[in-house]
């Protein structure tokens, strides 16, 4: 059974037109990230919600903006798109406690495509 | 500083062989965390095993198995009979004792294994 889904699993948008990508999760995990993932390259995490707090990394661009309105769904919104935002989008969780037992469990992610 | 380092970028095999990915870390926790997971071509990342700093014990499941050797700071992966199925990237990872949200990704092994 899926524990995290990403919605949709590919998605085209054209350049400058505003998109959402959804991530949801029955795993009742306290923490959310949001990864982009470029060719051959490792995943950057952009930021992530610790229950309602939103942490963003220092270099993520002002264009990637995220929503949490309850524990189980996370949107990923990228305001403009450009040609350089193409990439695969990873939802991640983990269960927000104690740090020995931290683990990301990663859903299948959404690749984006900017025309 | 956190960093982790996958020098192979691409490993090529044949089925039934056995392959080793190596891992090298940095950090000056004295607590933190290691991780693998695999990548196959549909893009979900899949864990596979958590290793805390202080249980250097090497493990074993199935096919798979870590070495895990605080002195040169690795955390190296191998798979013994190697399958077709296991053709994907490999990603290991690292995350401190104290930001238990930030991952730091090495840049990944992509696995080719040919019947």
């Known amino acids: 059974d899926a524990m995290v889904i990403q919605n949709p699993r590919y998605q085209v948008t054209q350049f400058g037109k505003p998109v959402t990508l959804s991530c949801s999760q029955t795993l009742n995990h306290n923490v959310m990230y949001w990864y982009q993932q470029k060719s051959s390259q490792a995943p950057k995490l952009l930021f992530h919600?610790?229950?309602?707090?939103?942490?963003n990394e220092a270099d993520t661009p002002d264009n990637f903006q995220s929503r949490r309105p309850n524990t189980s769904f996370c949107f990923l919104d990228i305001r403009s798109p450009g040609l350089g935002d193409a990439a695969m989008y990873l939802c991640?969780?983990?269960?927000?406690?104690?740090?020995?037992?931290?683990?990301?469990?990663f859903g299948p992610g959404t690749r984006l495509l900017v025309l | 500083a956190q960093k982790v380092t996958q020098a192979q970028t691409e490993i090529s095999v044949v089925e039934k062989e056995d392959v080793t990915l190596d891992c090298v870390y940095e950090t000056r926790d004295t607590t933190y965390y290691l991780f693998w997971y695999k990548q196959p071509p549909s893009g979900e990342l899949v864990f596979l095993i958590r290793?805390?700093?202080?249980?250097?014990q090497n493990e074993i499941s199935g096919r798979y198995s870590w070495n895990f050797q605080k002195s040169t700071s690795s955390f190296n992966f191998t798979i013994t009979a190697s399958q077709v199925v296991d053709s994907a990237v490999y990603f290991c990872?690292?995350?401190?004792?104290?930001?238990?949200?930030?991952?730091?990704f090495g840049s990944g092994t992509k696995l080719n294994v040919k019947p």
């Open positions: 991640a969780t983990s269960r927000g406690g104690t740090v020995s037992q931290e683990t990301q469990y």
């Open positions: 919600y610790y229950d309602k707090d939103f942490n």
């Open positions: 990872a690292l995350m401190g004792g104290y930001n238990f949200n930030k991952f730091y």
């Open positions: 290793r805390n700093s202080f249980d250097e």
